[in-house]
């Protein structure tokens, strides 16, 4: 008799602190859910969240925007050194720019003279290539055009021995004498199909045209932002690109073109959004490290938690 009244005692005090704890879980998740109803945090933490991405997006934008117009687009600045050299070079030849211009052996002696300043606005600028190639008296008519075009793979890093450059246009000449090496679509000038027959050679024929049709113009109001395109015409999988293209201009006449590139993987490098952190899963207490069948193996079932619920209320 005795051990059948406090087995019902144990029953009814642990009945008395089951039912109300329930009750309790029960009104704090009906106060919560309520809460979030009515004040609509839910809608509030939308709108923290879009206005977070705004932001952020806001952010990307002003640093791609400065690195266009402040380091990139800063290649106009080279126009008075590259113009000067070419008169000191003219003077020194007792020759016009028309003789110059008609002459491929005096236009590669130019370009191995300016190369080693285009390589250091090249590693200045950390834009991913540079080119320069002269212009003709006739710009409406296929041909090819003397200059040089330098690729590199990675910006961030500048090594001594150019190791990770690559010449995509010009002679060879200056891949010997700079250790620079050639890349598999190679060719020694730059193949043109005349002005407005190919889109992809906008960044070569506008600043040409806006350098002929707006001659007061300043160098940096002429410079032309090219949409993505491929040096490569027509290859499978190739190399994407924007580029920055000004016209060299001496006493009134352009007699080249400068321009710089950035590869369409860097300008994808701005607009990524930066990965969320992987939570670490909880099982209660014990953080899931390998797998749910060892967060099933410390977590009692319910019969066990009755029991040990008892032998808590029998102390």
């Not at 806001?58 to 008169?87: F, H, P």
């Not at 491929?230 to 994407?240: D, P, V």
């Not at 293209?245 to 490098?269: C, D, M, Q, T």
């Amino acid at each position: 008799m005795e051990s059948k009244r406090l087995k019902r005692k144990k029953t009814t005090i642990f009945r008395m602190f089951l039912i109300p704890l329930i009750i309790i879980m029960l009104v704090q998740s009906m106060i919560t859910i309520g809460t979030l109803v009515a004040k609509r945090i839910t809608g509030t933490l939308q709108e923290y969240s879009g206005s977070m991405m705004s932001r952020l997006v806001e952010n990307r934008k002003v640093i791609l925007q400065n690195d266009m117009n402040q380091r990139w687009a800063a290649a106009y600045e080279q126009e008075s050194a590259l113009t000067k050299a070419l008169r000191e070079f003219l003077d020194k030849e007792s020759m016009d720019l028309d003789a110059f211009l008609a002459s491929a052996e005096k236009k590669n002696e130019f370009l191995e003279q300016i190369f080693p300043e285009c390589l250091a606005v090249l590693h200045n600028s950390s834009t991913t290539g540079i080119f320069f190639l002269f212009t003709k008296d006739e710009w409406t008519e296929p041909g090819e055009h003397e200059g040089f075009f330098v690729r590199d793979s990675d910006p961030a890093k500048n090594p001594a021995n150019y190791s990770d450059l690559l010449l995509e246009r010009g002679s060879k000449n200056l891949s010997r004498q700079w250790n620079i090496p050639l890349d598999t679509n190679w060719t020694t000038k730059f193949h043109m199909a005349g002005e407005g027959m190919d889109s992809t050679e906008l960044s070569f024929y506008e600043p040409w045209r806006a350098g002929r049709e707006y001659v007061d113009a300043a160098t940096k109001d002429l410079g032309y932002w090219s949409l993505p395109f491929s040096l490569e015409k027509g290859a499978a999988g190739s190399y994407e690109m924007i580029t920055y293209s000004l016209p060299l201009r001496y006493e009134g006449k352009v007699y080249g073109v400068l321009g710089v590139e950035i590869s369409a993987k860097v300008l994808r490098g701005y607009l990524a959004l930066p990965r969320p952190q992987k939570q670490v899963p909880f099982c209660g207490n014990l953080p899931l490290y390998r797998s749910q069948s060892l967060c099933r193996r410390y977590i009692p079932n319910k019969r066990t938690r009755l029991k040990q619920s008892r032998r808590l209320l029998e102390l």
